[in-house]
């Protein structure tokens, strides 16, 4: 009986005209936020300062093709005699692809668009640091996924095995299938 599901699944998801599935910029967000938080704390920038990504926020398609990230970070400098709390927060835009033998979402061509710290007067005490954490995140959008469908779940995966590119759209990308 579990062996008709499958089958059943496709001819009723294929019967109903579904040619495409979307991935939300709610959906980006939640799956970087999750992914950046962690992977920050391994990878250690400076021993002298204690870095956080505590909010990301995407944008898809408000250029042709293009998905634009804004990430802050909380930074905690180890100062001398008085430590240092700011805000520094990057925007990216990229050309997002689908790998489909990972079933995962990257960038491509990242350009950082700019930066910004807060309070302001401390911008000067974090041009020390802003070209490493810039680094970090830099490297992780290019060679991390930004999303990747759960092939656990039986209409992702299905979605998953289907696909073979994607299209950005205003607050979406659509995979396409084949």
């Not at 599901?5 to 005209?17: Q, R």
């Not at 021993?47 to 802050?72: C, F, W, Y």
């Not at 996924?145 to 759209?169: C, F, G, H, N, W």
Request: net charge neutral; aromatic share 6%; hydrophobic share 40%.
């Amino acid at each position: 009986m579990n062996r008709l599901w499958l089958p059943l699944l496709l001819v009723g998801l294929l019967g109903g005209c579904v040619s495409q599935y979307s991935i939300s910029e709610n959906q980006i967000e939640s799956f970087l936020d999750g992914r950046l938080g962690q992977d920050i704390h391994k990878d250690k920038i400076l021993r002298s300062a204690d870095i956080r990504v505590n909010q990301v926020e995407v944008r898809l398609g408000h250029k042709p093709d293009t998905m634009a990230v804004k990430a802050t970070s909380v930074l905690e400098l180890k100062a001398l005699f008085v430590p240092l709390r700011a805000s520094l927060t990057a925007e990216f835009e990229a050309k997002p692809w689908y790998d489909s033998e990972r079933h995962a979402v990257y960038l491509r061509d990242l350009e950082l668009l700019q930066v910004e710290s807060s309070p302001k007067e401390l911008g000067r005490a974090l041009q020390s640091i802003s070209p490493q954490l810039m680094l970090f995140l830099r490297t992780y959008l290019e060679s991390e996924p930004v999303y990747v469908l759960d092939v656990k779940e039986s209409q992702q995966a299905l979605m998953a095995e289907m696909t073979r590119r994607i299209r950005v759209q205003p607050g979406k990308l659509v995979l396409e299938f084949k």
